[in-house]
């Protein structure tokens, strides 16, 4: 059971003796005859946090337990993969906007999409093998990287209108989509 009654009310609107924070709530509280909430959404301003702000969350509650939150600051190790990806998805971008993507911004305009709108769409040009291979090679990925990778693998892609971020704005994998009228995307 909470103990403050003061704080308690003024939080929840409740009574202390009515809210849990054990039984069928272990990982936050129960107010008796309202749904069970988790702390991290406590801390978050009644929402589940995602992302950044679960990690924000925790290191809160941590702070709140007297627990040494600095553990949780610790660097992710590199993921070579996701890096080639995005230096691919960079370089997609790089296409669409450059004497290359006329094309393929022509038909972003025929489909609606504003020319001011283009370069900070997320989307991009596959560029041609060749050119993906070159710009690789370049950044110090191996042909074994490269080959893992699998944006060779499909030698439909080049000319193709895509794109590769997720909802974190990461390279995770290619989606592409023909610019030509009545195709199916890949």
Known sequence: MATNDEHTHASLGVRAGRVVAHGPAPRGFLVHGGEPTLWTAYVNGGVVPRGADF???VKELAECA???PSPL???EPRDRKAELLQEVDALSRHELTSERGWRARDYMESRGIPSASIEDS???LFPAR???ESVLTRAAYSESEIAASGVLADSGWPGRL???CDERGRARTFWARSLA???DSR
Do not use: S
């Open 55 to 57: 990690v924000h969350a």
């Open 122 to 124: 997320g989307l991009g």
């Open 130 to 132: 060749d050119r993906v």
């Open 162 to 164: 895509g794109g590769a």
């Open 73 to 75: 600051e610790r660097a």
């Open 181 to 183: 009228e009545n195709a």
């Open 66 to 68: 007297g627990v040494d």
